[in-house]
T-cell receptor, first 117, second 114 residues
Framework: NAGVTQTPKFQVLKTGQSMTLQCAQDMNHEYMSWYRQDPGMGLRLIHYSVGAGITDQGEVPNGYNVSRSTTEDFPLRLLLAAPSQTSVYFC????????????????FGSGTQLSVL | QQQVKQSPQSLIVQKGGISIINCAYENTAFDYFPWYQQFPGKGPALLIAIRPDVSEKKEGRFTISFNKSAKQFSLHIMDSQPGDSATYFCAASKRGGGADGLTFGKGTHLIIQP
């Protein structure tokens, strides 16, 4: 059981380039999300999805796009990379989300460390 | 607006001592309070969690204490070991509106000295 798999582990981009961070989970979780982690800032939610075909914005969505065509995959796209997007990105999924019940245990991937020069 | 405030930012404890990390929240709608543990180069992992209907939850050496009236909760690590050295995040979510995820504190970098 692989859990949540993120690729790549490291990436260096130049300002203005675009790229896609991949996330896949094999636990049949309906809920998936992307966080960014910056020193002293904790984890901030970028986008999330409660099922295939459904996505929504989190706290810091600007500069990022997502799509959810399958239950397993939830890619994060950086459209025009900027130095402010230098961060560690985590994908997370959860089995425990039902409308009206709130979100519980999150399973995190091991992260993608992104540097934008 | 920071809805979950965590302190201290960093903490050094001697092996065998008690590590204490505190969190305070503002939104009274929060009703689930987990703690996540993160080792370098890894993603966070759920350590222990509590709901406000109890004041304390213990799992092994880890205990959450919860004070609903003060809107505060804390993590206690008894008999702290070097292997406990990690970053700890408190978090909160609310029933009926949790699709936007957990609200995390900013984290505490814990070092256990041998």
């Amino acid at each position: 059981n692989a859990g949540v798999t993120q690729t790549p582990k490291f990436q260096v981009l130049k300002t203005g380039q675009s790229m896609t961070l991949q996330c896949a989970q094999d636990m049949n979780h309906e809920y998936m999300s992307w966080y960014r982690q910056d020193p002293g800032m904790g984890l901030r939610l970028i986008h999330y999805s409660v099922g295939a075909g459904i996505t929504d914005q989190g706290e810091v969505p600007n500069g990022y796009n997502v799509s959810r065509s399958t239950t397993e995959d939830f890619p994060l796209r950086l459209l025009l990379a900027a130095p402010s997007q230098t961060s560690v990105y985590f994908c997370a999924s959860s089995y425990s989300f039902l409308p009206g019940q709130g979100l519980e245990k999150l399973f995190f991937g091991s992260g993608t460390q992104l540097s934008v020069l | 607006q920071q809805q979950v405030k965590q302190s201290p930012q960093s903490l050094i404890v001697q092996k065998g001592g008690i590590s204490i990390i505190n969190c305070a929240y503002e939104n009274t709608a929060f009703d689930y309070f987990p703690w996540y543990q993160q080792f370098p180069g890894k993603g966070p992992a759920l350590l222990i969690a509590i709901r406000p209907d109890v004041s304390e939850k213990k799992e092994g050496r880890f205990t959450i204490s919860f004070n609903k009236s003060a809107k505060q909760f804390s993590l206690h690590i008894m008999d702290s070991q070097p292997g406990d050295s990690a970053t700890y995040f408190c978090a909160a979510s609310k029933r009926g509106g949790g699709a936007d995820g957990l609200t995390f504190g900013k984290g505490t970098h814990l070092i256990i000295q041998p």
